[in-house]
C-alpha cells in the first residue's frame, strides 16, 4: 500500500466545471503540499498546507489532518489548467512521499 | 531569490556509458537535497537525499551514486547506465523540516538506448 493515495488517476471536464482531485494519506504528516507538473515535466508547488484552507486565485486545497485526507479544488477550470496534480506529504521523520498523480484535461 | 538549476534537460546515452546529471542550489545555505526519477506514468521514486556536504542516503539500491562536494551541488551519476535508467530525472530542494516549500528543478530526460 502507499503512504500517499490520489483519486482519480484520469479526470476529463468541460471548460468552466469544478474539480475535485483527493488525497488521502497514511503516515504521519507535518505538511501536505499539492504540486503541478507541466506537460514539460517542471513541477511547480502550489500549496503547502497543514491545517485548514487554503486558496490562491481559482485554486483552493483544504486539508482534513484527523482523517488524513485533502482535496483539491479547481474553480471555473480553464484548458490552461490541464496538468498532472501530485499530492505529496513530508513526515515528521522529514521524509517526502508522493502520490502517482492526478492527469486532468480540461476540454474547450 | 532561491532558484535551483538541473542540467541537462534531455541526454541520450548508450548502454554502458556514464552517466552524470548536476544539481546546483542558489540563494540558501545548508538545503536538504534530492534527487527523484520519474517513469512513465508512475509516481515520482526517491533515489538519493542529503542533509549536508557528504552526506548521502540512498533509498533504492541501483547502479546509480550520488554526490554532495559542496552545499549547495548535487550530482547524480553512474559508471555505466542500463537500459532501465532511461526516466525523468528531478532534483529538488527544501530548508529544514515542517512548513517548508519543495523546489523542482527542470528535470532531465534520461533516454538509454
Known amino acids: 500500500k502507499n503512504e500517499v493515495e490520489q483519486s482519480p488517476q484520469n479526470l476529463t471536464a468541460q471548460e468552466g466545471e469544478f474539480i475535485t482531485i483527493n488525497c488521502s494519506y497514511s503516515v504521519g504528516i507535518s505538511a501536505l503540499h499539492w504540486l503541478q507538473q507541466h506537460p514539460g515535466g517542471g513541477i511547480v508547488s502550489l500549496f503547502m498546507l497543514s491545517s485548514g484552507k487554503k486558496k490562491h486565485g481559482r485554486l483552493i486545497a483544504t486539508i482534513n489532518i484527523q482523517e488524513k485526507h485533502s482535496s483539491l479544488h479547481i474553480t471555473a477550470s480553464h484548458p490552461r489548467d490541464s496538468a498532472v496534480y501530485i499530492c505529496a506529504v513530508r513526515t515528521t521523520g522529514n521524509q517526502f512521499y508522493f502520490g502517482t498523480g492526478t492527469s486532468l484535461t480540461v476540454i474547450p | 531569490s532561491q532558484t535551483i538549476h538541473q542540467w541537462p534537460a534531455t541526454l541520450v546515452q548508450p548502454v554502458g556509458s556514464p552517466l552524470s546529471l548536476e544539481c546546483t542550489v542558489e540563494?540558501?545555505?545548508?538545503?536538504?537535497l534530492y534527487w527523484y526519477r520519474q517513469a512513465a506514468g508512475r509516481g515520482l521514486q526517491l533515489l538519493f537525499y542529503?542533509?549536508?556536504?557528504?552526506?548521502i542516503s540512498s533509498e533504492v539500491p541501483q547502479n546509480l551514486s550520488a554526490s554532495r562536494p559542496q552545499d549547495r551541488q548535487f550530482i547524480l551519476s553512474s559508471k555505466k547506465l542500463l537500459l532501465s535508467d532511461s526516466g525523468f530525472y528531478l532534483c529538488?530542494?527544501?530548508?529544514?523540516?515542517?512548513?517548508?516549500?519543495?523546489?523542482f528543478g527542470n528535470g532531465t530526460r534520461l533516454t538509454v538506448t
Open positions: 542529503s542533509v549536508g556536504i557528504g552526506q
Open positions: 540563494g540558501t545555505s545548508n538545503p536538504n
Open positions: 529538488a530542494w527544501s530548508q529544514g523540516q515542517g512548513l517548508s516549500p519543495l523546489h
